[in-house]
């Protein structure tokens, strides 16, 4: 049987052959597009009870391809490669040890497709985190392989997301993760359908599996769920419409677990969304989890659809704003009104240099209160230029 490593070098043969390949294409079709990324930034760690104090340099570089072939009105196949390298005092570090571990193992993955290569002072990774067949025909959708299956409604927390939960802090991970799955489904109107998924497993306790029914009425997008995910039974309900000019969202899910040591546990959220008419964009929504984690990293928490965030209550306010046709500056704030009221920053600023090349700064800060005072445990600022094509 091939190994991992060996799939992933026959695919990117396949690529570089189509690539070669288009001036003698007749007809096209297939696509190949995707983005080459540098990213330079500082990591500052700031722990007066564990005696840290220190500023570390974080730098990798991200390219990413997209291969798609249609070979008739059916039929559709896709491959994403990811490849990421990292190097700088960060990649060096004791702190960024949970993080090459983590890069070994992805709890959505089970056909391994990827490559990790972790030398002393770098690390290189390469996986195929999109990699599925396609086949549409009337009212019908069949997806089998590695995808992304979407079915939450808010932007920054979805309890709906039970195949492939995302964190809001992975500012460059705009594909999200995806999941080896099947997924099959029916539309039952312009806007209706009823959508059936479960996950690929070696494991009885990794079981997750879902069905979907999504319907409108006056106005209104509704979505219920039931599934099982994990050792959870799963149910859910969700909607998504207006207040007027005002977007109004809501998601929730209970999760009911078999298992007597671990809780059930019931997470909510809602959100309210506003475009002015000078371009600026706002955002505000409101995340409630029965349960928390109050120790838990921000940037490494157990992260899943059950655990979106590491405290019960959350609020999160945005706003962006195009300074002009090339500039765009955002600011994103998380707060919690919990013990210690953690507070989250992220402000960013992105300028086009050109048609396909963009320069961002991000800033990312993690605020926590110390005897009534705020102090910053984490600081980490970004410097990114991205060639698309």
């Known amino acids: 049987m091939k190994s991992g490593k060996e799939i992933l070098l026959a695919l990117f043969i396949l690529l570089s052959y189509s690539v070669s390949c288009q001036e003698e294409s007749k007809e096209k079709n297939w696509t190949l597009s995707g983005y080459h990324k540098s990213l330079q930034g500082l990591f500052s760690i700031n722990e007066p009870s564990f005696g840290l104090d220190t500023v570390l340099s974080d730098a990798f570089l991200h390219s990413r391809l997209n291969f798609e072939w249609f070979p008739n009105d059916h039929w559709n196949f896709k491959a994403q490669l990811r490849n990421r390298f990292f190097f700088g005092e960060l990649t060096r570090s004791v702190f960024f040890t949970n993080f090459k571990e983590s890069l070994k193992e992805d709890g959505n993955d089970v056909i391994n497709l990827q490559i990790l290569n972790v030398g002393n002072d770098v690390i290189l990774h390469s996986i195929f985190d999109r990699l599925y067949g396609e086949y549409t025909k009337g009212?019908?959708?069949?997806?089998?392989?590695?995808?992304?299956?979407?079915?939450?409604?808010?932007?920054?927390?979805?309890?709906?997301?039970?195949?492939?939960?995302?964190?809001?802090?992975?500012?460059?991970?705009?594909?999200?993760?995806?999941?080896?799955?099947?997924?099959?489904?029916?539309?039952?109107?312009?806007?209706?359908?009823?959508?059936?998924?479960?996950?690929?497993?070696?494991?009885?306790?990794?079981?997750?599996?879902?069905?979907?029914?999504?319907?409108?009425?006056?106005?209104?997008?509704?979505?219920?769920?039931?599934?099982?995910?994990?050792?959870?039974?799963?149910?859910?309900?969700?909607?998504?419409?207006?207040?007027?000019?005002?977007?109004?969202?809501?998601?929730?899910?209970?999760?009911?677990?078999?298992?007597?040591?671990?809780?059930?546990?019931?997470?909510?959220?809602?959100?309210?969304?506003?475009?002015?008419?000078?371009?600026?964009?706002i955002n505000t929504g409101v995340l409630y989890n029965s349960t928390d984690n109050p120790r838990t990293n921000l940037f490494a928490f157990d992260l899943s659809a059950r655990n979106l965030y590491p405290y019960r209550w959350a609020t999160f306010y945005s706003y962006s704003y195009p300074f002009s046709p090339l500039t765009n500056g955002t600011i994103a704030i998380i707060y919690s009104p919990v013990n210690g009221h953690p507070l989250f920053l992220n402000p960013s600023v992105t300028y086009s240099l050109a048609q396909n090349v963009d320069l961002a700064f991000v800033g990312q800060i993690f605020l926590e209160g110390q005897s009534g005072d705020y102090r910053s445990p984490t600081k980490m600022a970004y410097l990114r230029i991205k060639w698309s094509f």
């Not at 995910?229 to 078999?258: H, N, Q, R, Y």
């Not at 959220?269 to 008419?277: E, G, H, I, K, N």
């Open 139 to 281: 009212d019908w959708e069949i997806r089998i392989g590695r995808q992304r299956i979407n079915w939450g409604i808010n932007t920054v927390w979805n309890p709906h997301d039970i195949f492939n939960a995302f964190t809001f802090t992975d500012f460059d991970y705009e594909e999200r993760p995806g999941s080896d799955a099947v997924r099959i489904k029916k539309y039952t109107g312009f806007t209706g359908s009823i959508e059936l998924a479960f996950k690929a497993f070696d494991d009885k306790d990794e079981v997750v599996a879902g069905l979907l029914w999504k319907f409108n009425k006056s106005n209104y997008d509704y979505q219920f769920l039931a599934g099982w995910a994990f050792k959870d039974l799963v149910l859910g309900a969700g909607w998504s419409g207006g207040i007027g000019d005002i977007g109004f969202k809501g998601e929730m899910t209970f999760f009911k677990s078999t298992d007597d040591l671990i809780p059930d546990v019931f997470a909510g959220t809602l959100s309210l969304d506003y475009a002015f008419q000078n371009g600026g964009f």
